[in-house]
């Protein structure tokens, strides 16, 4: 029987050439802006942003021959031995120091009853993945996956190496101190995905590329070794697994008057104080979240609960309720005329970008617990309703297909 979860030789940064990777790491493709990008092509030159993301004459070409380069000098080597490898991150939010324990190997594709998915994925950014998949050969960032069960096993490999010298360790862009360990242990690894197997994985991050991953495979698994695997970042539900809010801020085609007066047929509507962001307004059994707009602050909390039954039918979409996000897109914005929707994680970006026509919409983190029951039951979550932070660095380490 086929492990779900196996070792591989990874390519990485030679260690020779470079002892620090902070000026190499860089975000998952999907939260790098043309600003970030700019950002992280100054670092190095060998930044892996210069492989994650195509230019803007979109030729894909050009990424799969500067990996060819990269390989042909050495930047990056494979290493000799099949490992998973074990990675810690210790950060701070708000005063508070956290650390997340997880590890990177290969995950088992086309294992049914296992693997659920919670967000909608789009045509755009899977066109995207396919044709870096179909150059580039090779998983360049692993997807983020979350068991709903601890983890014994990853548990004790840690406490057995957290005093070990890491293979790699350093502070990265956004102060977080990263470390990483191979393991090379079979035994160790076969107990790790045999108590995996015994529970659920969601996919936290990586949803489009584990659509592509899937397809790609299905057409081209006589070529290449193992194809059915993909790399992942495997943790579990810890103090360290944080989930923040993803605000909307969404430009309107309408006047901001118009949108409050479309509003005020549902909602309840007052002026509020920033500071009365710090007191949770959105607490209660009602319905209820914030808007920023005109440089002010505005708490809108639903007249009549029962208008929710009309939008959420059966018995199975009854739980989208609870969530706000959800609402937001099923039933606020649709009543509105939009033209577009940013997604930004701070208040100070959504009052910054919030101006004009610009309305933003301030929600609160879904419940992990919530993620988990959505997801079990075959429903979706919209696109960015979940944040999962820290992000897990690309460039760390990735697969390249072999033959």
């Not at 005329?337 to 919409?361: C, L, P, Q, R």
Request: charged share 30%.
């Amino acid at each position: 029987m086929s492990l779900l979860v196996k070792s591989f030789r990874a390519l990485q940064y030679s260690p020779k050439k470079f002892k620090n990777l902070s000026g190499l790491v860089c975000p998952p493709y999907d939260i790098i802006g043309e600003k970030e990008k700019k950002f992280f092509n100054r670092k190095s030159k060998y930044n892996f942003s210069y492989l994650l993301l195509v230019e803007r004459n979109n030729d894909y070409k050009i990424l799969a021959k500067r990996f060819s380069n990269w390989l042909d000098k050495n930047i990056l080597v494979r290493d000799d031995t099949p490992s998973i490898y074990l990675y810690e991150q210790k950060f701070n939010f708000e005063n508070k120091t956290f650390r997340r324990i997880g590890f990177l190997g290969l995950l088992k594709l086309d294992k049914k009853g296992i693997i659920f998915p919670h967000e909608t994925t789009f045509k755009d950014p899977k066109i995207d993945r396919w044709r870096i998949l179909k150059e580039m050969k090779a998983n360049l960032s692993p997807i983020f996956v979350i068991s709903d069960k601890k983890l014994k096993t990853l548990k004790n490999i840690y406490k057995s190496y957290v005093n070990k010298v890491a293979s790699r360790e350093f502070e990265d862009f956004d102060g977080i101190a990263n470390r990483l360990w191979k393991i090379e242990d079979k035994d160790l690894i076969k107990s790790l995905s045999r108590e995996i197997s015994k529970n659920k994985l969601f996919i936290a991050d990586g949803h489009h590329r584990f659509e592509v991953a899937h397809k790609y495979f299905k057409l081209n698994q006589n070529r290449f070794e193992k194809l059915n695997y993909l790399l992942a970042y495997f943790t579990d539900p810890s103090e360290g697994l944080l989930i923040l809010p993803t605000h909307r801020v969404v430009t309107l085609k309408e006047n901001v008057a118009d949108m409050f007066k479309k509003l005020s047929l549902y909602f309840l509507i007052r002026e509020i104080s920033e500071d009365d962001l710090k007191m949770d307004e959105s607490k209660g059994k009602s319905f209820s979240f914030i808007i920023y707009a005109k440089r002010k602050f505005y708490f809108l909390k639903l007249r009549n609960e029962e208008i929710l039954d009309k939008i959420f039918k059966t018995e199975k979409d009854r739980i989208y309720k609870q969530l706000n996000v959800c609402v937001l897109h099923r039933f606020v914005l649709k009543n509105l005329d939009i033209d577009s929707i940013d997604y930004v994680h701070s208040i100070a970006e959504v009052k910054k970008m919030a101006t004009g026509k610009k309305i933003g919409f301030i929600l609160k983190a879904a419940p992990l617990s919530m993620v988990f029951s959505i997801a079990k039951g075959g429903l979706l979550l919209p696109q960015k309703s979940t944040y999962f932070y820290p992000k897990v660095l690309s460039g760390l380490v990735l697969r390249k297909f072999e033959k």
